[in-house]
């Protein structure tokens, strides 16, 4: 008796199955209806897999690109300097101070704070070993230009020069500043 039961649910399943199967097979009850629901299914597909193929192609191209940029910028970056500044006194100010900061926003240089944040920057003792000219140097944790200006301590158009700035081209320089020449060989 229950394996008859068994059977018998058995069976009503199947033949549930069987109708449910048999539906999906003539929905589509013409055969135009049937190719072109393939031609559809065929040009979706190959119209996806071109987006695809041309996507990734353009996202292998764009890596490419920027890993060539950044290589090419990693070969010409400087990561740190010491630098050298020879400023030549040519007004015969009794004291030559220098105010600078490192990149266009001026931004001090750490362990020359107080040549940016002081009224007139950082007071320089002339050069023993060249007459005339007040030296400094600055070792900097960064490639950013320095730009800054010397002065007698006062402000005004006899007590200050113009500003100046030092492309960083390297992990050492020695500049020489006369008016408002920056070079690096010396005058």
Do not use: R
């Amino acid at each position: 008796m229950k394996n008859k039961n068994i059977l018998k649910k058995t069976a009503k399943k199947s033949i549930s199955w069987l109708l449910i199967l048999g539906m999906l097979i003539t929905l589509p009850q013409t055969p135009g209806a049937v190719s072109a629901a393939a031609a559809g299914l065929k040009t979706e597909t190959e119209t996806v897999h071109a987006e695809e193929v041309e996507t990734e192609t353009e996202t292998v191209h764009a890596e490419e690109a920027e890993t060539e940029n950044a290589t090419v910028h990693a070969e010409n970056a400087v990561t740190k300097t010491d630098l050298t500044v020879h400023f030549k006194n040519e007004n015969n100010w009794d004291k030559v101070y220098v105010k600078f900061g490192a990149g266009d926003s001026w931004a001090a240089v750490k362990n020359f704070e107080y040549c940016k944040n002081y009224d007139y920057g950082g007071l320089l003792k002339e050069n023993s070993k060249n007459k005339g000219w007040y030296s400094f140097k600055v070792e900097k944790d960064d490639a950013l230009d320095l730009n800054g200006l010397f002065n007698a301590g006062a402000w005004g158009d006899d007590n200050q020069t113009e500003n100046f700035k030092i492309e960083i081209t390297s992990e050492t320089m020695e500049v020489w500043i006369t008016g408002k020449t920056v070079s690096e060989e010396k005058p």
